[in-house]
């Protein structure tokens, strides 16, 4: 039998697991580092994903319960555009990936994890980061922790304040 040392999943076995959508959830706990929320915007939000499929792995999720794009308001889906550009430009001043997946899960048959909340997916990629391991071992390894990785990207948020244009009294929002 093969091992994976993931000693920091003990953490998510052992919770209580939420009955509440957790995009709906983590900004009302105002907990932001313990809930890896980077950054708060007026209608949307950036999260660090729990679950990623690769170090960086952000979702931008609206506020607003809707559990598809085409439900979102104009005001949502353009927050949404501009945080992703500014997350793509953290992501490559933080982590210096070589290219990018980005993209929506819309519904179940679509590989939505939470279907009932839209939510953008943003996934930093490397070269040589679709190794052996996923194919031969059906495991994804992850090689850092994500509270590093979310220290990492926030000690360089200005990026993102300084594409949205943020004034530096809102930068701890």
Not at 38 to 63: E, T
Not at 87 to 96: D, F, Y
Request: glycine letters at 6%; a positive charge; proline letters at 5%.
């Amino acid at each position: 039998m093969k091992q994976l040392w993931a000693p920091w999943r003990i953490e998510y076995i052992l919770m209580e697991k939420p009955k509440e959508c957790i995009f709906c959830v983590k900004p009302r706990e105002n907990n932001d580092e313990r809930n890896l929320i980077l950054y708060r915007g007026r209608y949307c939000f950036i999260i660090l994903n729990l679950f990623p499929y690769n170090n960086g792995h952000l979702m931008i999720a609206p506020y607003r319960h809707v559990s598809s794009i085409e439900d979102m308001n104009n005001n949502e889906i353009f927050e949404m555009g501009l945080l992703t550009r500014a997350s793509i430009k953290l992501l490559r001043k933080t982590l210096n990936p070589d290219g990018f997946n980005v993209g929506f899960n819309i519904g179940r048959a679509a590989g939505a994890g939470i279907e009932e909340h839209v939510h953008m997916h943003i996934v930093p990629r490397w070269h040589g980061d679709t190794n052996f391991m996923p194919v031969l071992g059906n495991t994804k390894v992850i090689p850092e922790a994500l509270k590093e990785t979310y220290s990492k990207l926030k000690a360089n948020i200005e990026v993102i304040n300084r594409e949205l244009g943020v004034q530096k009294e809102q930068e701890d929002r």
